[in-house]
C-alpha cells in the first residue's frame, strides 16, 4: 500500500475554490433562511387561521423530510415550475434555504412562546400596546434563548451542504470526489476532504459549545 | 404539465423493497449508535482522563464532519486501509453507527448530567458505590429525561439512511433514483417519495411526543 498526498496539493486551486462555494452556500442560505424563518413564524403565530395551517404544515412537511431528497426534488421540479433553467448552484441554495428556514421558523416560535404570557400582559398594563410589547419585551429576550439553537442549526446547515454534491454543485464534496474519481487516489483524497471539513467544522462546533454555556437560560 | 403515477404503481413491489431496507437500516443503525453512544457517554464521565480526552475528540470531530463524509469514507477509503471489503449496506451501517454514537453518547451525558449531583452525595452517603449510584438512581431519571432527544436523534437517523443512497444501499431514496432514472419521470417518483418518508417521519415524531408526555412525571425531582 503506498500513497501519494502530493496530489491533494497538486488540486489545492479546486479545493479552496470548492471550499469557498461550501461556505458561500452556508452564509447564502442562513441570510435567506432568518428573514424567512421569522416571517413563517410570526405567520404561524398571529396569522389568519389558514395561513397559520399552512405555515404549520409547510414547517411540519419540512422537518419530516431527508434533505437530499428535498435537493434532488428541487432539481427536478423548480426548472418545471418556474419555466427557468436554474443553475445547480441556486437548485442547491434553494433546496438548503427551504429545508432550514423551516427549522428556523420553529426555532423562533418556540423562542416567542417561551417568554411568559404575564410578561406581555404586563407591558400591556403599563400601556404599551401589542406590537411596542413584542418589540421592546418579548423579542429582546427571545433573542437570547434563540441565539444557541441557530447557533447549531448553522453548524448542521454547514454539514448539509455536502449534500447538494449530488446535483453536481461544485462545492468541496463534489470537487473532492470528483478529483478521486480522475486521479484513481481515493484514500488520500476522501481523507483530505474529511480533514478539510474536520478543519472548519470543528472551531464551529467549539464555538457553539462556547454559546451555549454563555447565553445559558437561568430563570 | 400532465403527471402520470403509474409509474409508482407499476414498480410498487421495487419501491416497497427499498421502503424495507431504509426501515431496516434505520432500526438496526438506531440501536448500534444508542449502545455506543452509552458507552462513549459512560467512558467521557467517568473513564480515565486520558481516555476522555480521546472520547471528547470522537464526538466533537463527529459534530463538525458531515454524514455524506463519513459514509463515503467508510465505503470507499477503510477498505483500502484495512483490506477489508464491505458491502454497502454494511459500510453504511459501520457510517452512520460511528456518526450517530457521538450524537447519542451527547443525549446521554446531558441526561446523567441533569440528575442533580446531590442525590448523588446523598446516596454515597447511604453507602452506594458508584456502580449501585449510575444503575439505581442516575439512570432510571435520566433515561426518561433523554426520551425527547432521543426521539428526535431517531428521526435524523431515519432522513440519514438517505444518505446511504450515495454509497449504492438500495434503500428507498436509491430506488427511487433509480426509477426515475429509467421510468424519465423524477417528477412522480420523487414525489411519491416524499409522501412515503413523511408518512413514516411525522408519526415517528409525533409518537415519541405523544409518548413523552406520559411517561415525563417519572423523570421529574
Known amino acids: 500500500m503506498t500513497f501519494d498526498w502530493s496530489v491533494v496539493w497538486q488540486h489545492r486551486d479546486a479545493l479552496i475554490a470548492g471550499t469557498a462555494t461550501t461556505i458561500l452556500l452556508t452564509v447564502a442560505t442562513m441570510a435567506i433562511a432568518v428573514p424567512c424563518g421569522i416571517a413563517v413564524a410570526i405567520l404561524r403565530l398571529y396569522g389568519w387561521a389558514p395561513v397559520r395551517a399552512l405555515a404549520a404544515a409547510y414547517v411540519e412537511f419540512f422537518r419530516n423530510l431527508p434533505l437530499i431528497l428535498v435537493v434532488f426534488w428541487a432539481f427536478y421540479v423548480l426548472p418545471i415550475l418556474t419555466g427557468l433553467g436554474l443553475p445547480p448552484l441556486a437548485t442547491g441554495l434553494a433546496a438548503l434555504a427551504l429545508n432550514v428556514t423551516a427549522y428556523n421558523a420553529e426555532t423562533f416560535r418556540a423562542g416567542i412562546n417561551s417568554i411568559r404570557r404575564g410578561q406581555v400582559e404586563a407591558a400591556m398594563a403599563l400601556g404599551m400596546n401589542r406590537v411596542q410589547a413584542l418589540r421592546r419585551v418579548v423579542v429582546p429576550q427571545a433573542l437570547r434563548r434563540i441565539l444557541p439553537v441557530l447557533a447549531s442549526t448553522w453548524v448542521s446547515l454547514f454539514k448539509d451542504t455536502s449534500l447538494v454534491s449530488v446535483i453536481a454543485v461544485t462545492e468541496l464534496a463534489y470537487v473532492a470526489m470528483q478529483i478521486r474519481a480522475q486521479s484513481f487516489r481515493v484514500l488520500e483524497m476522501l481523507t483530505a476532504m474529511a480533514a478539510i471539513y474536520w478543519l472548519l467544522g470543528y472551531p464551529q462546533a467549539k464555538l457553539v459549545d462556547w454559546i451555549q454555556r454563555r447565553f445559558a437560560v437561568t430563570e | ?221
Do not use: C, N
Open chain 2, 1 to 221: 404539465m400532465d403527471f402520470d403515477f403509474s409509474v409508482v404503481t407499476d414498480h410498487w413491489r421495487f419501491l416497497a423493497s427499498g421502503v424495507g431496507i431504509t426501515l431496516l437500516l434505520s432500526v438496526v443503525s438506531g440501536l448500534t449508535s444508542l449502545v455506543a453512544g452509552l458507552v462513549v457517554a459512560l467512558l467521557r464521565l467517568y473513564g480515565p482522563r486520558p481516555l476522555r480526552l480521546v472520547v471528547v475528540l470522537y464526538i466533537d470531530s463527529m459534530r463538525a464532519i458531515p454524514v455524506l463524509v463519513v459514509l463515503v469514507w467508510s465505503f470507499f477509503a477503510l477498505p483500502i486501509l484495512t483490506g477489508l471489503t464491505m458491502p454497502p449496506f454494511v459500510a453504511a451501517l459501520v457510517g452512520l453507527t460511528v456518526h450517530l454514537a457521538a450524537y447519542a453518547a451527547e443525549i446521554v451525558r446531558a441526561g446523567i448530567e441533569s440528575v442533580r449531583p446531590g442525590q448523588t452525595r446523598a446516596a454515597l452517603a447511604l453507602g452506594m458505590s458508584r456502580a449501585q449510584i449510575v444503575r439505581r438512581i442516575i439512570l432510571p431519571q435520566a433515561i426518561v429525561r433523554m426520551l425527547p432527544a432521543f426521539g428526535s436523534l431517531l428521526s435524523i437517523t431515519i432522513k440519514d439512511t438517505a444518505i446511504a443512497s450515495v454509497i449504492a444501499v438500495p434503500e428507498l431514496m436509491r430506488q427511487s433514483e433509480t426509477l426515475a432514472g429509467q421510468s424519465f419521470q423524477p417528477i412522480e417518483v420523487y414525489t411519491f417519495a416524499m409522501l412515503v418518508y413523511f408518512v413514516i417521519l411525522f408519526p415517528v415524531t409525533r409518537g415519541v411526543d405523544m409518548f413523552y408526555q406520559r411517561v415525563a412525571h417519572l423523570g421529574r425531582s
